[in-house]
């Protein structure tokens, strides 16, 4: 079944071509990217290495450019520019890393304004950095992150520059917040520096963040740490869904189902030098069996989807894994840590910009408790948000459902015309609202809707997809 993989994302790339190439939004450079050669994989590209002394550099500088060509489903060129920005960024200890943003800039852009975009890659191994999967002749090893390309699409023909940082750094450290948090920051910061070359009218322009799933957990970990991190950003929104808001709650409400491969993924992550290693190492060494380290190291080297599949409906409570049970989840270091990443439990690390949340009340990967935690935390300590609930629909086809609203949002928050205070509503429908964001982006959006294989109510059908990708990949 490999095979079937570049085939059927080539099928979907072709059924875009008319759409894309209809409403052209730059120039392909395949010039700049000498012919013949494929991308290197982020541990082999001297892109990625940092020039000695790069730590005296400030957060946000950049260190290193480039031009790339980007991709649609790692075949199809992106008739766009594309820019690739190596900066500095900052590890949970306060020390220095690096990592890539990439920006992807249409011709006729808006020049005072642009989009971090926070994807969902899920996945602490380094081949599925998005810099890397996003580049012309890239295997294609995590089907979400290529599918959110999509939605990426729609903000360029809208005319917005689009930012897409490696927001879990160098180790690929899925799930620490506070690090993807400074690394959507840092790349902010990175963009501003880099904006003459990028066609920016300034260094500070104003940005709107935006990611869903795993990309919320950057972004609402971004919307928190900007008023003392990096107050001197222009940020006019946050958009966040789907939101991974307590890291305790995911893992017990996804243990044994068909996406508790989401869990070892995040304990690699944890794990990382860059992220709690040093702390957290010395716990797993004591209790983690053989087989439960065979299946850290495996899920090390694997994107999401193989995670996935790896790991389906198995528990991280099984005594063949790790020693302790249920009671790893109050073991001190891993109780301190897990309690550190639960996003708006600090009133010092409240949105001032406003936000805008949603989320699936029959969500079945991020419980909806947790979301609504956070809304009643953030409203409580002053923000400014706007939630909505899906009453209909599950976790993945409520990001292309809530497009309409957050794009509504997004162009609300540049012109600073979003509402004070807080509120919420409620959408009760699971259909894709008619033309809701005109005929040129319309059929983007069904395709998107096609591309994941969507068709039951409350995302039924994804539980089977997940044992179908076994196959693929």
Request: proline share 8%; aromatic share 8%.
């Given at each position: 079944?490999?095979?079937?993989?570049?085939?059927?994302?080539?099928?979907?790339?072709?059924?875009?071509?008319?759409?894309?190439?209809?409403?052209?939004?730059?120039?392909?450079?395949?010039?700049?990217?000498?012919?013949?050669?494929?991308?290197?994989?982020?541990?082999?590209?001297?892109?990625?290495?940092?020039?000695?002394?790069?730590?005296?550099?400030?957060?946000?500088?950049?260190?290193?450019?480039?031009?790339?060509?980007?991709?649609?489903?790692?075949?199809?060129?992106?008739l766009i520019e594309a820019h690739q920005l190596l900066y500095r960024t900052t590890a949970i200890?306060?020390?220095?890393?690096?990592?890539?943003?990439?920006?992807?800039?249409?011709?006729?852009?808006?020049?005072?304004r642009f989009i971090s975009f926070h994807t969902a890659y899920d996945s602490s191994a380094v081949?599925?950095?998005?810099?890397?999967?996003?580049?012309?002749?890239?295997?294609?090893?995590?089907?979400?992150?290529?599918?959110?390309?999509?939605?990426?699409?729609?903000?360029?023909?809208?005319?917005?520059?689009?930012?897409?940082?490696?927001?879990?750094?160098?180790?690929?450290?899925?799930?620490?917040?506070?690090?993807?948090?400074?690394?959507?920051?840092?790349?902010?910061?990175?963009?501003?520096?880099?904006?003459?070359?990028?066609?920016?009218?300034?260094?500070?322009?104003?940005?709107?963040?935006?990611?869903?799933?795993?990309?919320?957990?950057?972004?609402?970990?971004?919307?928190?740490?900007?008023?003392?991190?990096?107050?001197?950003?222009?940020?006019?929104?946050?958009?966040?869904?789907?939101?991974?808001?307590?890291?305790?709650?995911?893992?017990?409400?996804?243990?044994?189902?068909?996406?508790?491969?989401?869990?070892?993924?995040?304990?690699?992550?944890?794990?990382?030098?860059?992220?709690?290693?040093?702390?957290?190492?010395?716990?797993?060494?004591?209790?983690?069996?053989?087989?439960?380290?065979?299946?850290?190291?495996?899920?090390?080297?694997?994107?999401?989807?193989?995670?996935?599949?790896?790991?389906?409906?198995?528990?991280?409570?099984?005594?063949?894994?790790?020693?302790?049970?249920?009671?790893?989840?109050?073991?001190?270091?891993?109780?301190?840590?897990?309690?550190?990443?639960?996003?708006?439990?600090?009133?010092?690390?409240?949105?001032?910009?406003?936000?805008?949340?949603?989320?699936?009340?029959?969500?079945?990967?991020?419980?909806?408790?947790?979301?609504?935690?956070?809304?009643?935390?953030?409203?409580?300590?002053?923000?400014?948000?706007?939630?909505?609930?899906?009453?209909?629909?599950?976790?993945?086809?409520?990001?292309?459902?809530?497009?309409?609203?957050?794009?509504?949002?997004?162009?609300?928050?540049?012109?600073?015309?979003?509402?004070?205070?807080?509120?919420?509503?409620?959408?009760?429908?699971?259909?894709?609202?008619?033309?809701?964001?005109?005929?040129?982006?319309?059929?983007?959006?069904?395709?998107?809707?096609?591309?994941?294989?969507?068709?039951?109510?409350?995302?039924?059908?994804?539980?089977?997809?997940?044992?179908?990708?076994?196959?693929?990949?």
């Amino acid at each position: 079944m490999l095979i079937l993989l570049p085939l059927r994302l080539a099928l979907l790339g072709l059924s875009l071509a008319p759409v894309i190439s209809a409403h052209p939004t730059g120039s392909a450079t395949p010039q700049d990217v000498p012919r013949g050669l494929l991308p290197q994989d982020p541990s082999e590209d001297p892109f990625y290495q940092p020039p000695g002394g790069f730590e005296a550099e400030p957060p946000g500088t950049v260190l290193r450019s480039r031009r790339i060509v980007a991709s649609f489903f790692g075949l199809l060129p992106n008739l766009i520019e594309a820019h690739q920005l190596l900066y500095r960024t900052t590890a949970i200890d306060g020390s220095a890393i690096s990592t890539v943003t990439t920006v992807f800039k249409p011709l006729n852009s808006k020049p005072d304004r642009f989009i971090s975009f926070h994807t969902a890659y899920d996945s602490s191994a380094v081949s599925c950095q998005p810099s890397y999967q996003y580049q012309l002749g890239s295997p294609q090893t995590d089907l979400i992150l290529s599918l959110e390309m999509l939605v990426i699409q729609i903000y360029l023909l809208l005319g917005y520059v689009v930012a897409s940082p490696d927001y879990e750094g160098p180790d690929a450290a899925f799930g620490p917040g506070r690090l993807e948090g400074t690394g959507v920051l840092d790349g902010i910061r990175a963009v501003g520096h880099h904006h003459a070359a990028l066609g920016l009218d300034s260094a500070t322009p104003p940005v709107v963040g935006v990611g869903y799933s795993g990309g919320a957990i950057a972004t609402g970990w971004a919307a928190g740490l900007q008023p003392t991190y990096a107050p001197e950003l222009d940020i006019r929104g946050w958009v966040a869904g789907g939101t991974p808001a307590n890291l305790t709650g995911t893992l017990v409400f996804i243990d044994g189902t068909a996406f508790s491969g989401f869990i070892p993924s995040a304990i690699v992550g944890l794990n990382q030098p860059s992220a709690y290693g040093a702390r957290l190492q010395p716990v797993l060494d004591d209790i983690v069996t053989d087989a439960g380290r065979s299946i850290l190291e495996t899920t090390s080297t694997q994107c999401a989807p193989a995670a996935l599949v790896s790991f389906f409906g198995r528990s991280l409570f099984d005594p063949a894994i790790q020693t302790m049970g249920r009671g790893i989840l109050h073991e001190p270091t891993v109780a301190d840590i897990l309690k550190a990443n639960t996003m708006g439990a600090n009133s010092s690390e409240t949105p001032t910009a406003p936000v805008f949340l949603y989320h699936a009340t029959d969500d079945e990967i991020i419980p909806y408790a947790n979301a609504t935690t956070l809304r009643d935390a953030w409203c409580s300590d002053g923000a400014d948000v706007h939630f909505t609930t899906f009453a209909s629909g599950g976790h993945a086809t409520t990001e292309v459902i809530g497009l309409p609203r957050v794009i509504k949002f997004v162009e609300a928050a540049f012109e600073g015309k979003t509402a004070k205070g807080c509120a919420m509503d409620e959408e009760l429908s699971d259909q894709l609202e008619p033309l809701a964001l005109g005929v040129s982006l319309e059929p983007i959006l069904v395709k998107l809707l096609h591309a994941l294989m969507l068709a039951g109510k409350k995302d039924g059908k994804l539980r089977q997809d997940v044992k179908v990708w076994g196959e693929i990949f």
